[in-house]
């Protein structure tokens, strides 16, 4: 259980993406009657619009938002060096232009932390400096020895109340540079700690390396946290090396396409297969959109781009994966957890639809 200024969150848990200060198609009276205890939103992209300003004069991202329970903002440093049109990363910071209007901006460790004080996020992610993949080793090095001297410099700062500080571990895919990174952001004391620069193009062999390279060296009695991981299969995963939290933009952003995540896997609802089917999107799923309504409608309004089709796929894969890792707890809880992992191996499987109606059939 994490404790947070703005209410308690049950781990392991799911974090829903809002990164502009929403998560995309749900209200939050929507996300609080799933029963999501905790969202992600980000300083970059609020930074650059609209500003802290307007946020902080309405009385915080909390406010601004309409969401009284837990918000976790990450720091706005992968989306500098990923979104940014062009950068300069020094040892004080990063120089960049916004990739919305080109205007010159600067964010380093103070800024970073000035912004999620101002926002009064419940939890703030120290500035990091993530390195792509591949890259060189001295170029890792460089961006781990970055990330503690930003770390150290953002640990040091004015905090909003109650608000907790989680450091990153970066170091790319050498395990002996997250170990170095780790063990030297322990020393310093966050509450909390972030597994950062994984699934930035690397395959699942190497991600699966880079969290367990990560997690060997941080304590098990505070929170860890997987930066941007999250299909329901990785977090199973993640979790059996001791990971607590979790975020990702898919199940939000596969909705919009047309994919819904079930049991069995992802299934393209908006294929022609299921223009005439009258099931709902899961038989036996208890979300809103199964409780009324077809697999032929949502298809029809998707295919016909009413906004009501990617909402109804939104609100179930967030209903999917809040009962996934709910089930998850209760089977720790029950010590049944290997069981639960060894079922949920192809969790992540993409179901061809054709093989998805005839097994239903046969069924």
């Not at 591949?134 to 004015?158: D, H, I, K, M, N």
């Not at 990174?181 to 062999?205: H, M, N, Q, R, W």
């Not at 099931?279 to 009324?292: Q, V």
């Not at 029950?334 to 639960?340: C, D, L, R, V, Y």
Request: hydrophobic share 40%; net charge negative.
């Amino acid at each position: 259980m994490l404790q947070t200024a703005h209410g308690p969150v049950e781990t392991p848990v799911f974090m829903p993406v809002g990164t502009q200060a929403t998560v995309k198609a749900m209200t939050p009276a929507e996300l609080v009657e799933q029963d999501f205890q905790i969202i992600l939103s980000n300083t970059y992209h609020l930074f650059v619009r609209p500003g802290v300003e307007l946020i902080e004069q309405a009385g915080g991202l909390h406010r601004f938002m309409g969401w009284d329970r837990a918000i976790l903002t990450d720091s706005g440093g992968f989306q500098v060096m990923s979104l940014a049109k062009l950068r300069k990363v020094t040892d004080d910071g990063v120089e960049f232009q916004s990739h919305l209007d080109g205007t010159r901006l600067f964010l380093g460790p103070k800024e970073a932390m000035d912004i999620q004080r101002r926002l009064g996020s419940d939890i703030a992610m120290v500035l990091d400096e993530c390195p792509p993949f591949p890259c060189e080793r001295e170029y890792a090095c460089q961006a781990v020895g970055r990330t503690l001297s930003w770390a150290a410099f953002c640990a040091r700062q004015p905090r909003a109340a109650g608000q907790l500080v989680f450091g990153i571990v970066q170091g790319g895919v050498h395990r002996d540079l997250r170990g170095q990174c780790a063990t030297e952001l322990v020393k310093l004391g966050f509450d909390g700690y972030a597994i950062g620069g994984v699934s930035v193009g690397e395959g699942p062999e190497l991600i699966a390396q880079g969290v367990a390279d990560s997690v060997a060296h941080l304590p098990w009695e505070q929170p860890r946290y997987l930066m941007g991981v999250g299909l329901l299969g990785q977090i199973v995963e993640a979790v059996a090396h001791g990971v607590d939290m979790f975020d990702c933009v898919l199940p939000t952003r596969l909705a919009r396409h047309g994919t819904a995540f079930t049991r069995a896997g992802r299934v393209a609802i908006k294929a022609g297969a299921f223009k005439d089917d009258l099931r709902p999107i899961e038989d036996g799923c208890g979300c809103y959109a199964c409780r009324h309504f077809s697999r032929a409608y949502v298809r029809h309004l998707h295919n016909a781009n009413e906004v009501l089709g990617l909402r109804l796929l939104t609100l179930h894969n967030l209903f999917r994966f809040r009962e996934f890792v709910g089930e998850m707890r209760a089977a720790i809880r029950a010590g049944t957890f290997a069981e639960f992992r060894a079922a949920h191996r192809d969790a992540d499987r993409v179901i061809p639809t054709g093989e998805a109606l005839e097994k239903e059939t046969k069924e």
